[in-house]
T-cell receptor, first 113, second 112 residues
């Protein structure tokens, strides 16, 4: 079985641009969560989705948005990119998103120039 | 908001040594995760705990809910254990509504 897949693996954008990151969960998993990890720091929670509904949102500006599709894959969108958005963006999936083991993708490394 | 503190931040040890990494949090939780992150970014979930102790191979994780503290132990450490170990907690407010709060990680190097 495939694990959690994220695309693209690396991305370079310039300030002010928009970016879309994609995540496909493990088959059968209905919950997807997104995290931002700045170099040298622990990840920070951005969003969680379950059954296509937003279940939680971290302390990120409205430039960050996400959605989950009927096949449970998910997109993270970031508008008006800032230099500070440069980070590793991680996606994790789980069966229901409650207190259960998480499975992480390898991440998308975003560089904003 | 939960504050998660890990110690030590960096740890270098010799192969075979017993390793302990600590995690403290400030607010009651529903679950605590121990994660392993290798260079390149990939994160692997090692344990999820809500009470007591879990063991998997050479890894042992314990949690003391009253003291708001968890430890990750590695017995007979090996150079392949070199990685960043991250503690993450989920609050009691239920479901995933508050996501996970992560520590900054412990950078472990095991020398041959």
């Amino acid at each position: 079985d495939a694990g959690v897949t994220q695309s693209p693996t690396h991305l370079i954008k310039t300030r002010g641009q928009h970016v879309t990151l994609r995540c496909s969960p493990i088959s059968g998993h209905k919950s997807v969560s997104w995290y931002q990890q700045v170099l040298g720091q622990g990840p920070q929670f951005i969003f969680q989705y379950y059954e296509k509904e937003e279940r939680g949102r971290g302390n990120f500006p409205d430039r960050f948005s996400a959605r989950q599709f009927p096949n449970y894959s998910s997109e993270l969108n970031v508008n008006a990119l800032l230099l500070g958005d440069s980070a590793l963006y991680l996606c994790a999936s789980s069966l229901t998103g409650y207190t259960e083991k998480l499975f992480f993708g390898s991440g998308t490394q975003l560089s904003v120039l | 908001k939960n504050e998660v503190e890990q110690s030590p931040q960096n740890l270098t040890a010799q192969e075979g040594e017993f390793i302990t990494i600590n995690c403290s949090y400030s607010v009651g939780i529903s679950a605590l995760h121990w994660l392993q992150q290798h260079p390149g970014g990939g994160i692997v979930s090692l344990f999820m705990l809500s009470s007591g102790k879990k063991k998997h191979g050479r890894l042992i994780a314990t949690i003391n809910i009253q003291e708001k503290h968890s430890s990750l132990h590695i017995t007979a450490s090996h150079p392949r254990d070199s990685a960043v170990y991250i503690c993450a907690v989920r609050g009691r407010s239920g479901g995933g509504a508050d996501g996970l709060t992560f520590g900054k990680g412990t950078h472990l190097i095991i020398q041959p």
